[in-house]
């Protein structure tokens, strides 16, 4: 079985540049997860679908963040624009259904805002 | 919210010793505590998890305990080995989504 995929691995830019990630989950995963994770820290949720609709997004900060699962397989987060405090690994996630049901992570993306 | 405190923040063992990590959370609601290993910059994996109508779960060295009334549950790995070493991180699942503990920081010396 495939695991979560996402892209770019790494991705330094700029303070008020733009950024966007991307996650495939694994395939028939109807929930899917955005995690921030700074260094030193737990994962933090940034915003929850199941399918294609937004369930939680309660953490993500709207002003500059941005999710889409259009199709209710993959998505992209985007951050526009990026500040300082942005720095960190943005984890994406899936499992099959929303409740007590293991999540699988992907390999992150690295984001570096100087 | 639920909140999930995790204990202690680093943890250093000799090889072959036992490692204990304990978290508690708030919500009496949550019924689901998994727990994630992630090694130095990969991702998380889930390693063991606990519902909340069993007390006690094992897997090879790994177990979890949890204690409802409390509210905690622990991380127990015995013989540790140094490929043992990574960050875990506790969870528990509180409305609709997972809330992390801050991660235990466990080094195994061989």
């Known amino acids: 079985e495939a695991g979560v995929a996402q892209s770019p691995r790494y991705k330094i830019i700029e303070k008020r540049q733009s950024v966007a990630f991307w996650c495939n989950p694994i395939s028939g995963h109807a929930t899917l997860y955005w995690y921030q994770q700074i260094l030193g820290q737990g994962p933090k949720l940034l915003i929850q679908?199941?399918?294609?609709?937004?369930?939680?997004d309660s953490q993500l900060p709207k002003d500059r963040f941005s999710a889409e699962r259009l199709k209710g397989v993959d998505s992209t987060l985007k951050i526009q624009p990026a500040k300082l405090e942005d720095s960190a690994v943005y984890l994406c996630a899936s499992s099959p259904t929303r409740e007590r049901q293991t999540q699988y992570f992907g390999p992150g993306t690295r984001l570096l805002v100087l | 919210g639920e909140n999930v405190e995790q204990h202690p923040s680093t943890l250093s063992v000799q090889e072959g010793d036992s490692a204990v990590i304990k978290c508690t959370y708030s919500?009496?609601?949550?019924?689901?505590f998994p727990w994630y290993k992630q090694e130095l910059g990969k991702r998380p994996q889930l390693i063991i998890d606990i519902r909340s109508n069993v007390g006690e779960k094992k897997d090879q060295r790994i177990a979890v305990t949890l204690n409802k009334t409390a509210k905690h549950f622990s991380l127990h790995i015995t013989e540790t080995q140094p490929e043992d070493s990574a960050v875990y991180f506790c969870a528990a699942e509180g409305p609709d989504k997972l809330i992390f503990g801050t991660g235990t920081r466990l080094q195994v010396f061989p």
């Open positions: 919500d009496s609601a949550s019924n689901y």
């Open positions: 679908f199941q399918n294609n609709g937004v369930v939680d």
